[in-house]
């Protein structure tokens, strides 16, 4: 099973970029990579996801490295709003077989105003 | 609008007494599956279910049953409950092969004494 590695937490100040990593070395050519966030007392939220090029959404941009075994998300500008638990799973794209997902315990973030 | 919806969000029971914590979805989706969140260990997959009448084990299957009866329902049932199972679950779905990110529900609050 496909697992992916991160920091346990980071800490940013309001209004300043933030930028998560992701290390996923055991990633096969099929896997799309996933982030996910999860408020307090809330469920996980999808923010995005990709699988070789980089991808920019409303809420963040995801920049994967050339060689796919990492990643990072990018938070252009931290609210306060964005203190949350940060996960990064892979996902196997075209499976229709099996969907065995490993979550991890994710990046605690951290905004200071 | 588009959701997962769990039922109840908050439970609280004795130990042994069988219980059913429902999760419906409104997106006709293939996959759905349950996690279990625990302080300290992130979430873990219990079962997941690829479509109607199949469903398969998690990383944590152990006390817990599922069944897919149909494609908007996927119950999560608890036999015997122990103490042990106390935790947060979650049940989340999604469409298969297309890599697509998952829609999670809101989230049930089990006690069990």
Not at chain 1, 1 to 27: G, R
Not at chain 2, 37 to 54: A, F, K, T, W
Request: charged share 20%; with cysteine; net charge neutral.
């Amino acid at each position: 099973d496909a697992k992916t590695t991160q920091p346990n937490s980071m800490e940013s100040n309001e209004e300043e970029p933030v930028h998560l990593p992701c290390n996923h070395s055991t990633i096969s050519g099929t896997d799309y990579i996933h982030w996910y966030r999860q408020l307090p007392s809330q469920g996980p939220e999808y923010v995005i996801h990709g699988l070789t090029s980089n991808v920019n959404n409303r809420m963040a941009s995801l920049a994967i490295a050339e060689d796919r075994k990492s990643s990072t998300l990018i938070l252009h500008r931290a609210t306060l709003r964005d203190a949350a638990v940060y996960y990064c799973i892979l996902r196997d794209g075209p499976s229709y077989n099996t969907d065995k997902l490993i979550f991890g315990t994710g990046t605690r973030l951290q905004v200071f105003p | 609008e588009a959701q997962v919806t769990q039922n109840p969000r908050y439970l609280i029971t004795v130990t042994g007494k069988k219980l059913t914590v429902t999760c419906s979805q409104n997106m006709n989706h293939e996959y759905m599956s349950w996690y279990r969140q625990d302080p300290g260990l992130g979430l873990r997959q219990i079962y997941y279910s690829m479509n109607v009448e199949v469903t398969d084990k998690g990383d944590v299957p152990e006390g817990y049953k599922v069944s897919r009866k149909e494609k908007r329902n996927f119950p999560l049932i608890l036999e015997s409950p122990s103490p042990n199972q106390t935790s947060l679950y979650f049940c989340a779905s999604s469409l298969l092969g297309t890599g697509d990110g998952y829609t999670f529900g809101s989230g049930t609050r089990l006690t069990v004494v």
